[in-house]
Nanobody
């Protein structure tokens, strides 16, 4: 069982930045693809970015050039650096750990990000 704890959310003005962190309890952290999802009010949860076990990041088009995800295997932590935030980035951000081969999929509790003036 992997326990994921997100932190770093908050209220920020448009154009501002936030850095989310997701700490994992699993010592085999490196075998999981780590993803970031968000859910806006009244909408479905959507993928924002993910980083695979080799450390290669991927982003949805709406955040390319603004968000950066990285992972620190020594700290069992994944990060989401969010710059140039816009109101449409508002939502609850969830961390996900996934290993398709082992059929494992874990979620954090989420952290609220609000972009508003």
């Amino acid at each position: 069982q992997v326990h994921l704890v997100e932190s770093g959310g908050g209220l920020v003005q448009p154009g501002g930045s936030l850095r989310l962190s997701c700490a994992a309890s699993e010592v085999s952290f490196s075998i999981y693809t780590m993803g970031w999802y968000r859910q806006a009010p009244g909408k479905q949860r959507e993928l924002v970015a993910f980083i695979n076990t080799s450390g290669t990041p991927n982003y949805v088009d709406s955040v390319k050039g603004r968000f950066t995800t990285s992972r620190d295997t020594a700290k069992n932590t994944v990060y989401l650096q969010m710059n140039s935030l816009i109101p449409e980035d508002t939502g609850v951000y969830y961390c996900n750990a996934k290993n398709d081969f082992l059929v494992r999929n874990y979620w954090g509790q989420g952290t609220q990000v609000t972009v508003s003036s």
